[in-house]
């Protein structure tokens, strides 16, 4: 099942134009304005996703750090948010642990809706009932900045590889 988000509308001042490919062969512009948003402090952002990865339920702290409207996201794949910096072997790393039954914990940048982005420390988890997968859940926390920088420069690296 692939489902083709639009287009990310320009944002009013300096961006940069990207182009990126899902794993389903979808495409969709989007625009980087390399503005960081603070993740809010004592907050975590929750979403479910069904098998395909499509978002089933978000919580307010979601909408409010993305920018999108709870209408905007249900339905849609969780990956809107991708951010042009992300590699794409570590949503295949993700997607793997994930199917394979087991939680997988990394770092993601995220792309909001107006072009500025945020970072996360995620927790993605399958939801098992009755012995059979039905979906997942990711809980995202604050990560600190030590370890963003990390994950800045392993990231780099990775994309120059692909």
Same mark, same amino acid.
């Given at each position: 099942m692939s489902i083709q988000l639009e287009d990310m509308a320009k944002p009013a001042g300096d %961006? @940069?134009?990207h182009t990126l490919t899902f794993f389903d062969g979808t495409t969709r512009t989007v625009y980087d304005t390399g503005v960081e948003r603070p993740f809010p402090d004592g907050r975590l952002i929750v979403s479910r996703t069904d098998l +395909? $990865?499509?978002? @089933?339920?978000?919580n307010d702290a979601f909408v409010e750090i993305s920018g999108y409207t709870e209408d905007e996201l249900i339905g849609k794949p969780?990956?809107?948010?991708?951010?042009? +910096?992300?590699?794409? %072997?570590a949503y295949a790393d993700l997607w793997a642990t994930v199917k394979? $039954?087991?939680?997988w914990h990394g770092y993601v940048k995220n792309l909001c809706k107006d072009g500025s982005h945020y970072w996360v420390?995620? @927790?993605?988890?399958?939801n098992v009932r009755r012995g059979k997968t039905v979906g997942y859940t990711s809980v995202r926390r604050k990560p600190s900045r030590s370890k963003i920088e990390a994950a800045t420069a392993q990231y780099f690296t990775m994309? $120059?590889?692909e």
């Open positions: %961006a @940069t134009e +395909d $990865g499509i978002l @089933t339920h978000v969780q990956h809107i948010l991708r951010h042009p +910096d992300m590699p794409k %072997a394979a $039954g087991n939680k420390y995620a @927790t993605v988890v399958p994309k $120059g590889a």
